[in-house]
C-alpha cells in the first residue's frame, strides 16, 4: 500500500501531533458514517441552497463515480466569501508554545461543537500514477456533503481504484486528514473573522488541515493539494502550481517536424495569467502544425521527478473558472459540479451561465477529457516558462543563465485575481509569488534547490509577460494578446525562433527581429525595448523591480543558505 496511517508511521506514537490525534480521534468515531461518492451526491440534492440544473453531469466520468444515468449537475452558491482566504491560515509548526497550547485546546473544542451534529467521512487517493499515490480522509458535517460530492470527484474516490492503490508504490509519508466545520463558532480575535471566525490549520509534517468557518470549497481541495506538494517535496520532487503538456510532433503532416519528438511544455502563474489557457489550448490558436499528437497531464498541479525524468499528475479533474464560458460552449458537457454560477431557465431547462455574471470566480469541476487525451504522467519538460506580469519585461525572455532563471521563478511577479478573497485594492498590486504557488508551507529555498536541479538537466527557462510591455508609462502598456502569447509557445516548442542577448539584462536573450518577424510581423513595432517613450522613467522602474526582487530574496528563508543567496542574488546584472 501506498502512503501509511498512523499506527505503521510512527515508531513511537508519542510522536503524534495533538491535532493529528484529534484528527485520528475523530476519523475513527463510531458516530462518523463513511460515504461514498454517490451517497454524498444524493445527501448534496437534499441541502438547502444547492440547486439542480438540467445539465447532465459528464456521463463517462457519473459511470466512473458510481451515479445513476442521468445525474443532473449541482449548482452550490457559498455566500459573501467566493474565493480562497490566505488570512485564514495559521501553521502550526511555526506557533510558538503558547500559542500552539492555546489552538490545540481551541481545535479539541472545536470538535466537540462538531461532534453535536451528525457526521460523515469520505476517503479518497491523491496522485493519478502508481509510483505516487497518498491516501486522505476528509470528515465534516452531513450539511457539508456537497463538499464531500466535490473532493471526491477533484480527487479519487478510493472505492473506484482500491486495488490500484493497493499495489501502488509505498511511499514513507503519512495519510492525510482533512476536517471541515461549517457552522464553528468562536469569537476570539486570533483567527481571522469576515462576519464570522475562519480557520485553516495546517500541519504539514504530519498531513493535518482543520478548515472551520469556511464553506468554499476551494479551502478544501488546495489545502489536501498543499498536502500533497508538501509530501512530493519530501520525497524530493519539485512541486508545481502550474500546467504541463506533450506534444508529438512525429506524427505531423509536414515531416520536417518529425525530428523534434515528443516535447513538454510547463506554465507556472496564478488564476488569470493564462496557465489554463496556455496548457489547455487544442491547437495554440491555430499554429501548431498539422497532425500533430497532445496530451495533457494537468493545467493546475503536478510533481517533476528529477531522478527518474518524468512528470506525475496529482488530480483526474480540473477546477475551472467559467468567465469565459457562455451557454452552448461545448465544454459544459463535461462539467461534474458547479459553484457560484447564475442559472437562468433557458427554454424551459435550467441552464448554468458563466461569465461571472453573479459573482466574481465562477468555478466548475470538469472532466480532463475536455481538453482531448490526457496521461498520468508525462515526459521530462523541455522548456518551463513563468507567466509574469510584470510591465518592464518583454513579451518574452529566455534565461542563459540558470541561476537567473530560477532567481526569477523564486521572484515570479504577478498580481492576485478574484480567485482568492482579498480587497479590491489588493487585486490591483504586484506582489512576488516565489514559482507562482501561494500554497507553499515549506522554506522556499527548498524550491529554489528543485528547481536548480532541474536546470541542470538542460531544460529551458522562459517568461512570458501575460500582462502588457511598457509604452510610455506602468499603466500605458502594449497589449499582449494570448493568441500572441500562444504563437510565442509553438515558436519554443518547434525551435523556431533565434535569439540574441537582451542587453538590459546579462544572461537573457530575446527574438531576433528576422525570426520573429516571420510568424508575428510587426513584433518589433510594438514591444521595441529600444523605442519605447519615456526611456528614463522605464530604466528607473526596472532596476527598482530588479532590487525589490533582490530585496524579496534576502529577507526570505534563502537567506539561511548563504551561498544558495548569493547564486541568486548575482544573477542579477543590470546592464543600462
Given at each position: 500500500m501506498a502512503s501509511k496511517d498512523s499506527f505503521s508511521y510512527f515508531s513511537d506514537l508519542r510522536e503524534m501531533s495533538q491535532i493529528r490525534a484529534v484528527a485520528e480521534t475523530l476519523m475513527n468515531s463510531s458516530k462518523v458514517r463513511k460515504v461514498t461518492a454517490s451517497e454524498a451526491y444524493e445527501m448534496a440534492k437534499l441541502q438547502p441552497g444547492i440547486s439542480e440544473t438540467d445539465l447532465l453531469i459528464y456521463p463517462e466520468y457519473a459511470k466512473e463515480i458510481g451515479l445513476p444515468e442521468g445525474s443532473k449537475v449541482l449548482n452550490d452558491c457559498h455566500g459573501n466569501i467566493v474565493g480562497r482566504t490566505a488570512k485564514a491560515r495559521r501553521f502550526y509548526n511555526k506557533l510558538e508554545t503558547k500559542d500552539k497550547d492555546k489552538v490545540d485546546n481551541d481545535i479539541r473544542e472545536a470538535v466537540y461543537q462538531m461532534e453535536q451534529y451528525p457526521l460523515i467521512k469520505a476517503e479518497a487517493v491523491l496522485g493519478m500514477d502508481k509510483d505516487l499515490m497518498i491516501k486522505a480522509t476528509f470528515v465534516t458535517t452531513e450539511s457539508d456533503a456537497f463538499n464531500v460530492f466535490n473532493w471526491l470527484c477533484n480527487f479519487r474516490?478510493?472505492?473506484?481504484?482500491?486495488?490500484?492503490?493497493?499495489?501502488?508504490?509505498?511511499?514513507?509519508?503519512?495519510?492525510?486528514?482533512?476536517?471541515?466545520?461549517?457552522?464553528?463558532?468562536?469569537?476570539?480575535?486570533?483567527?481571522?473573522?469576515?462576519?464570522?471566525?475562519?480557520?485553516?490549520?495546517?500541519?504539514?509534517?504530519?498531513?493535518?488541515?482543520?478548515?472551520?468557518?469556511?464553506?468554499?470549497?476551494?479551502?478544501?481541495?488546495?489545502?489536501?493539494?498543499?498536502?500533497?506538494?508538501?509530501?512530493?517535496?519530501?520525497?524530493?520532487?519539485?512541486?508545481?502550481?502550474?500546467?504541463?503538456?506533450?506534444?508529438?510532433?512525429?506524427?505531423?503532416?509536414?515531416?520536417?517536424?518529425?525530428?523534434?519528438?515528443?516535447?513538454?511544455?510547463?506554465?507556472?502563474g496564478l488564476s488569470g495569467t493564462g496557465k489554463s489557457s496556455h496548457t489547455n489550448s487544442h491547437t495554440n490558436g491555430g499554429t501548431l502544425p498539422k497532425g500533430f499528437k497532445?496530451?495533457?497531464?494537468?493545467?493546475?498541479?503536478?510533481?517533476?521527478?528529477?531522478?527518474?525524468?518524468?512528470?506525475?499528475?496529482?488530480?483526474?479533474?480540473?477546477?475551472?473558472?467559467?468567465?469565459?464560458?457562455?451557454?452552448?460552449?461545448?465544454?459544459?458537457?463535461?462539467?461534474?459540479?458547479?459553484?457560484?454560477?447564475?442559472?437562468?431557465?433557458?427554454?424551459?431547462?435550467?441552464?448554468?451561465?458563466?461569465?461571472?455574471?453573479?459573482?466574481?470566480?465562477?468555478?466548475?469541476?470538469?472532466?480532463?477529457?475536455?481538453?482531448?487525451?490526457?496521461?498520468?504522467?508525462?515526459?521530462?519538460?523541455?522548456?518551463?516558462?513563468?507567466?509574469?506580469?510584470?510591465?518592464?519585461?518583454?513579451?518574452?525572455?529566455?534565461?542563459?543563465?540558470?541561476?537567473?532563471?530560477?532567481?526569477?521563478?523564486?521572484?515570479?511577479?504577478?498580481?492576485?485575481?478574484?480567485?482568492?478573497?482579498?480587497?479590491?485594492?489588493?487585486?490591483?498590486?504586484?506582489?512576488?509569488?516565489?514559482?507562482?504557488?501561494?500554497?507553499?508551507?515549506?522554506?522556499?529555498?527548498?524550491?529554489?534547490?528543485?528547481?536548480?536541479?532541474?536546470?541542470?538537466?538542460?531544460?529551458?527557462f522562459y517568461s512570458l509577460n501575460s500582462k502588457g510591455y511598457w509604452k510610455s508609462s506602468d499603466s500605458d502598456l502594449e497589449r499582449i494578446p494570448l493568441q500572441t502569447s500562444l504563437t510565442l509557445q509553438t515558436a519554443v516548442l518547434t525551435d523556431a525562433l533565434e535569439w540574441e542577448p537582451w542587453e538590459f539584462i546579462t544572461g537573457t536573450l530575446i527574438?531576433?527581429?528576422?525570426?520573429?518577424?516571420?510568424?508575428?510581423?510587426?513584433?518589433?513595432?510594438?514591444?521595441?525595448?529600444?523605442?519605447?517613450?519615456?526611456?528614463?522613467?522605464?530604466?528607473?522602474?526596472l532596476y527598482d523591480r530588479i532590487h525589490l526582487r533582490i530585496y524579496f530574496l534576502k529577507q526570505s528563508d534563502v537567506a539561511t543558505k548563504p551561498e544558495l543567496l548569493n547564486r541568486l542574488v548575482n544573477s542579477f546584472n543590470i546592464n543600462i
Open positions: 474516490p478510493i472505492e473506484t481504484i482500491e486495488a490500484e492503490y493497493k499495489t501502488s508504490a509505498d511511499v514513507p509519508i503519512l495519510d492525510i486528514i482533512l476536517v471541515a466545520f461549517n457552522e464553528w463558532t468562536c469569537d476570539d480575535p486570533f483567527y481571522n473573522n469576515v462576519g464570522a471566525p475562519q480557520l485553516a490549520l495546517v500541519d504539514e509534517i504530519q498531513n493535518v488541515v482543520f478548515c472551520l468557518g469556511m464553506r468554499y470549497f476551494g479551502e478544501r481541495k488546495k489545502n489536501t493539494l498543499t498536502m500533497g506538494w508538501t509530501s512530493g517535496i519530501k520525497l524530493g520532487l519539485a512541486a508545481c502550481h502550474g500546467g504541463i503538456k506533450e506534444i508529438d510532433f512525429s506524427t505531423t503532416e509536414d515531416p520536417e517536424y518529425h525530428q523534434l519528438g515528443k516535447r513538454s511544455i510547463a506554465f507556472f497532445k496530451v495533457v497531464l494537468h493545467d493546475d498541479a503536478f510533481q517533476i521527478d528529477v531522478e527518474k525524468n518524468i512528470c506525475r499528475g496529482w488530480e483526474p479533474t480540473f477546477f475551472d473558472k467559467t468567465d469565459s464560458r457562455e451557454p452552448g460552449n461545448k465544454d459544459w458537457e463535461y462539467t461534474i459540479s458547479l459553484m457560484n454560477h447564475t442559472i437562468l431557465d433557458i427554454k424551459g431547462k435550467k441552464i448554468p451561465v458563466g461569465l461571472d455574471i453573479r459573482n466574481p470566480n465562477g468555478r466548475a469541476l470538469i472532466s480532463r477529457d475536455v481538453i482531448g487525451a490526457s496521461v498520468n504522467r508525462c515526459s521530462f519538460p523541455k522548456a518551463l516558462t513563468w507567466l509574469m506580469k510584470d510591465s518592464v519585461l518583454p513579451p518574452i525572455i529566455k534565461f542563459t543563465d540558470m541561476n537567473l532563471a530560477v532567481a526569477m521563478g523564486a521572484t515570479l511577479m504577478t498580481e492576485r485575481s478574484k480567485a482568492e478573497n482579498i480587497s479590491a485594492e489588493e487585486l490591483n498590486q504586484l506582489v512576488f509569488e516565489p514559482f507562482a504557488n501561494p500554497f507553499r508551507i515549506y522554506e522556499l529555498y527548498k524550491d529554489v534547490e528543485a528547481f536548480l536541479k532541474i536546470a541542470d538537466t538542460n531544460a529551458e527574438p531576433t527581429p528576422e525570426s520573429i518577424h516571420k510568424i508575428l510581423p510587426g513584433y518589433y513595432q510594438k514591444y521595441d525595448h529600444r523605442k519605447i517613450s519615456n526611456f528614463e522613467e522605464y530604466k528607473a522602474l
